[in-house]
């Protein structure tokens, strides 16, 4: 992992890793705590059961869940529930904060109810089963609705694969799509003056200002400041992404401010976006930490709605850069469509200028980077909730040899068994994928709604086809090649 973010940009050159075994340590004890406790409360019941009674379990699945996991699988429902309702009324911090619990509620909800859930899906999936294949469906549909607990407890790593890995891509892949439509929507420069180095010295922009035919050039210094923030009725300091930008800004961006002045933005003064400013509006004052630690206190003079485009937080750039370790600037911002600026790239070594369409593609380069950490570590535990579900499934196809070497006895063909299998397979993966992609479809336009403002995540159809591509086969995989290792042998033994 370290290498690869080497090689795509994301870490400078030399940067070493930082290695412990105190992150081992602890994941070794929680894992041996968690299955002691998974043991624990499952042998409490059947040590105490009577033994005509385990056998008569061990035969006949319970028709009906325990009361207890109902009431539990219910009341996770309703906090998934509540948590959606604040997430569509809340903004900013709050509700973003609040996505979080609410797939944990639906996914445990989800887990909780599974048979509930596998029997429904049989229903729907069984008749499309029937109609697919009179002889095989049928059998399909009735194998899955007699072990709805075992059809329950396929589903759920299906559903946590389909959901975990839609909600983490997507919310990233609708942040990016937000973050460059702001950008774009709210850039109002005609020409972009970029560095092919690490900043451009502050005479740039002067002389971008002396040219003919420009008629503003706006300095664009980033960097990062910490302020408190309101999160679910609580303040605590976050990192926020600021950029410090001349006095002409309001000439050349336009971050859409709904209160205040951009033009006021001198001195100690700041602009927030929405997602931030909280109770702060214009004339109110906040205390922040510039990038080298100097707190100050700021007087806010607008309010913005393009968070994503422009940073959460705007000052002067003299501001920033007297509190920075290098005075350069990122970019300068120049309108002056006809403005011919070659000899003042020409007189700064380094200088080069592009246009909007071409800084638009380096700034999609920079958001591709950014989540690259993002989508090793969603493939990483995707692919251990993977390995959990093809164990699982593999396991419990295993454990039907005596189920099909009766079907074999009674006269079904070794063909017939295996298409029954796969439609059964197709009606469990089926519904666990559907009960996925519903966690994400409520998840992620609640998400989206939180951050841009708009309830229309970004999902890219090939991403999505190759999620469900991806668990859908292995799931397959799972119970397929399991089912013909096991029917490959004598039908005697297979009963004994």
Known sequence: MHGAMVREGVLPDGFGLSLSLLPVLAAFAVTLLAAVATAFVASLRVSRIRPVEALGEAAVEPARLPR????????????????????????????????????????????????????????????????????????????????ALRAGSLITPVALAVAFASVQLFAHSTVAHATRGQAEAGNRADQIIVPAGPGLPRGVAEAARRTPGVTAATPVKRTTVIMPVSALGEQSLQSLSARGVGADAAATM??????????????????????????????????????????????????????????????????VAAHASAPLDDHVLVRGKGADLRALA??????????????????????????????????????????????????????????????????????????????????????????????????????????????????????????????????AAAILVPARLVLRRRTSPALS
Request: proline fraction near 5%; charge should be positive.
């Open 68 to 147: 207890w996991r109902v009431i539990a699988g219910v009341a996770f429902l309703v906090l998934g529930l509540n948590a959606l309702g604040f997430s569509t009324t809340a903004t900013g911090p709050d509700a973003a904060a609040s996505v979080g619990g609410l797939v944990m509620a639906l996914i445990v909800a989800t887990a909780l109810l599974g048979p509930l859930v596998a029997r429904f899906g049989n229903r729907v999936l069984g008749r499309a089963a029937r109609t697919v294949a009179p002889i095989a469906g049928p059998m399909a549909q009735h194998s899955a609705e007699s072990a």
């Open 254 to 319: 336009d971050p859409k401010v709904t209160s205040g002045r951009l033009g006021d933005l001198r001195g100690d003064a700041v602009a927030l976006s929405r997602d931030v400013a909280g109770g702060h509006g214009v004339g109110s004052t906040v205390s922040l930490s510039l990038g080298d630690g100097t707190a100050v206190k700021a007087r806010v003079v607008a309010v913005y709605d393009r968070g994503l485009g422009f940073g959460d937080v705007l000052l002067p750039r003299d501001l």
């Open 346 to 475: 020409a007189a700064h070594p380094g200088a080069r200028v592009v246009t909007p369409d071409a800084f638009g593609a380096g700034l999609s380069r920079e958001i591709r980077l950014q989540g690259f950490v993002n989508q090793v570590v969603v493939a990483a535990i995707t692919g251990f909730i993977l390995i959990g579900l093809v164990t699982t499934l593999a396991l419990a196809t295993a454990a039907r040899r005596r189920e099909f070497a009766l079907l074999r006895l009674v006269g079904a063909t070794r063909g017939q068994v295996l298409r029954t299998l796969r439609l059964e397979a197709a009606i469990v993966l089926g519904t666990g994928v559907a009960a996925g992609a519903l966690i994400a479809a409520v998840t992620l336009p609640a998400f989206a709604a939180a951050v841009t403002g708009v309830p229309l995540p970004w999902v890219p159809p090939l991403t999505a086809a190759a999620i469900v591509a991806c668990v859908a086969g292995s799931g």
